[in-house]
């Protein structure tokens, strides 16, 4: 039996015509979200109509919550590191005037900001830690992967609310405030078998 990889692989080598033949419901449950990004991909391509949704039944599953608290706690790691890294250079540097204090500290703090906000709208969707835990933020309806403005939106009303936002990701569809308010969602979409 193929590993998800070699599945996913064999997709990329397809033309969109034979690509267009797969039946989604013959597929196996552990390549079901590999399947979506694939056909996300070719739809960003203009291979495919990209108006159409895609079936949002249960085929793919969302992301444990779980699996988004690791997530969030690896990109946090990823925040911190940015952090630490400007500080660690500034004080190799050795650049201690007044004024070059405060471009550190501002540097320090903007980045690992501007991470947070940005970071679901990076590749297929995925963060570093979503990357790693295997999940993806997509459109709600569409399920292509999360935009840049999308994530902005999304993490920006984590940043003004807080823990409230929080709050709402315990419903059916497991959406923060902020994945309301940019309509989107989170999926698992592989195995620890597959690699990116």
């Not at 108006?51 to 608290?69: F, K, T, W, Y």
């Not at 929080?166 to 078998?193: C, M, P, Y």
């Amino acid at each position: 039996m193929a590993t998800p990889n070699e599945i996913r692989e064999r997709w990329t080598q397809m033309t969109p015509e034979e690509f267009a033949l797969i039946k989604r419901e013959d597929l196996r449950k552990d390549v079901l979200g590999l399947y979506e990004v694939e056909l996300n991909r070719r739809r960003s391509l203009g291979h495919y109509d990209t108006q159409v949704p895609v079936d949002s039944s249960d085929s793919i599953p969302m992301a444990s919550l779980g699996d988004r608290l690791a997530g969030k706690l690896l990109d946090s790691l990823v925040q911190v590191g940015v952090l630490l890294l400007v500080v660690f250079i500034g004080s190799i540097l050795n650049i201690r005037t007044e004024k070059s204090g405060y471009f550190e500290v501002t540097i320090a703090f903007v980045l690992p900001l501007v991470y947070g906000l940005i970071a679901d709208g990076l590749g297929e969707g995925q963060s570093f830690g979503k990357r790693i835990m295997k999940t993806a933020v997509v459109d709600a309806s569409t399920h292509m992967p999360c935009t840049i403005w999308k994530s902005i939106i999304r993490n920006g009303t984590q940043f003004l609310l807080g823990a409230i936002d929080l709050v709402f990701i315990f419903g059916e569809r497991r959406q923060r405030l902020g994945d309301r308010v940019a309509k989107t969602i989170v999926l698992k979409i592989g195995t620890s078998q597959v690699s990116w």
